[in-house]
């Protein structure tokens, strides 16, 4: 601490500490750098991404947290909330047209697919969603599911890359069907997925790039810990950080053929006309 600094205290017993140093002000300097380059370089489309990530909170914190912390199934309420932070995201941000139905149905397909892929791993794994303070916090607590929790958070914690990667997809879909109209599904689908696989390509190595640097306090403990390798891994805070990046992962790679085939039986033949001519916002 330094003379001048501003700090939060703590009283208690007549006494009081010096707990933190006051950080609101710098973060919220920090959030309006990023609203502003957001809105000066997306423009139109900045804003409405800005007031869809806002109302997303809105339908996390007041919505999916309240009902899950009175005990409700944190995996229903986790989901409902994923269609409600889609609907907000995609139609707000990209305009009500096929696209953006076709990749709101296709990042609906592949939520629902990691969902149940989650559910039949974990529970084969054995995990008690204890592999965290905060969950053995809540545990004392009580009411709360923990391991539909963590299946809940791998599932909303991929929520906005799922977003970007299915109406990309569906975009290079659109673009293709204009180009030539007489593609049908399948030839829509075939030359759709060329793309995607590039896209697949470039997933992969930035999805393990970024949990791996999420994940480097786990690296250093794997070099302090004595502990073999193979039982460390096999230990419920390891297993499950590797688990939510391999499901989490699964739900972006799946995004792009679902999508891929949502986009091609919507624009096959031509329909939906190019992108520039249909009047909603993009």
């Known amino acids: 601490y330094r003379v001048g600094q501003r700090v939060v205290l703590y009283q208690e017993g007549g006494k009081t500490y010096v707990t933190e140093p006051d950080r609101m002000p710098w973060l919220l300097g920090l959030l309006g750098l990023f609203a502003f380059l957001a809105a000066l370089l997306g423009r139109g489309k900045g804003v409405r991404g800005l007031l869809g990530t806002f109302l997303s909170l809105l339908v996390v914190v007041y919505f999916v947290v309240p ?50 892929l989650a559910l039949f791993f974990t529970r084969s794994m054995g995990f008690t969603g204890l592999a965290s303070e905060e969950a053995l916090l809540l545990r004392q607590w009580g009411g709360v599911d923990l391991l539909s929790l963590f299946l809940a958070g791998v599932v909303v914690g991929t929520l906005g890359a799922l977003t970007d990667v299915s109406v ?104 939906g006309g190019p992108p520039e001519d249909h009047g909603h916002t993009h």
């Not at 912390?69 to 309420?77: I, Q, S």
């Not at 599904?185 to 970024?210: C, Q």
């Open 168 to 271: 990309t997809q569906a975009a290079v879909v659109q673009a293709l069907a204009h180009a030539n109209p007489r593609f049908g599904l399948g030839e829509l689908y075939r030359r759709g997925m060329e793309v995607g696989y590039d896209h697949i390509g470039s997933l992969v190595n930035t999805l393990v790039l970024a949990y791996a640097a999420g994940s480097l306090p786990l690296f250093l403990l794997l070099t302090r810990d004595p502990t073999p390798l193979r039982f460390l891994l096999n230990t419920e805070p390891f297993a499950a950080e590797i688990a939510s990046m391999v499901l989490g992962s699964l739900g972006l790679l799946l995004a792009v053929p679902f999508t891929t085939l949502m986009a091609a039986w919507f624009f096959q033949g031509g329909r």
């Open 67 to 116: 009902r899950v912390a009175a005990g409700g199934n944190p995996l229903l309420y986790a989901f409902l909330g994923s269609v409600g932070v889609l609907l907000l995201t995609v139609y707000l941000v990209h305009g009500v047209n096929r696209k953006t139905t076709a990749a709101l149905l296709g990042t609906l397909a592949s939520v629902a697919f990691v969902l149940f």
